[in-house]
């Protein structure tokens, strides 16, 4: 873990992230499975304080902090036609046991801006306004968090791992799991599907506890990953 740390922090994951190419098939690869039927369009970065609401309340300024790392629009098209979603995107490299609950906050928020912002521009027209509350006209909204360490990751995966529910209970209970890439429960061959600059870290995480293994990985990836910004890293 102290190696993990040491050569992959959030910092430097957020920034290799921010490189042509590596975001794209990171979504491309968690979102979609590799379905080469979907082609992704382009990708814009937004303001990571997007989700911080601001609530006009009496001309006092209301702030909801809920910051992400890094965050992007996408635009993809398949089969169905063109879409847009936003993606969040959480390097984790220290345990965090109620982040499956922050995820959750962070999508919600987006959401309520996106509504608060439709509602501004609709207020003068109330006939769009009615169109806008019974159509599917908000994008989809997710977090994918990475998990930098080569250990299983330690906290739930999904909420009710940790809400007590009684079988009494007989309204539907939701739930929310984690979008989540665990280094630790894929093969090496997985993380490479994430490509070579990202996959070749993935990999590095995976087995930098195992200082034999590591070393037999990191030659044979030699001559093909040498050129890659991340391998210069590692």
Partial sequence: MD???ALSTDLAAKNLLRQDGVFEQLVHVKCFSGNKDVEIEC???MDPNAAQIRINKE???VYRE????LIKEVIFKDDEGCFSMIVGLEPQSYNSQDMVFWTDGYDLA????LIQISEYEKRDDPEQEEVFQNEQSLPFVTTI???LSA???PAAKNQRDLIRISKSLTMEIPDHPLNLIEPYALRDEELMEYGPEFGIVL???KNSKDEDRLSDVLQNMNHTFRSCVSWRMI
């Fill in 151 to 153: 250990d299983p990751w």
């Fill in 59 to 61: 001309e006092d300024l």
């Fill in 110 to 113: 987006i959401y309520e801006r």
């Fill in 203 to 205: 990999v590095f995480i």
């Fill in 3 to 5: 190696c993990a740390i």
């Fill in 43 to 45: 990708v814009r970065e």
């Fill in 66 to 69: 809920t910051r992400r790392d």
């Fill in 145 to 147: 968090v990475l998990w």
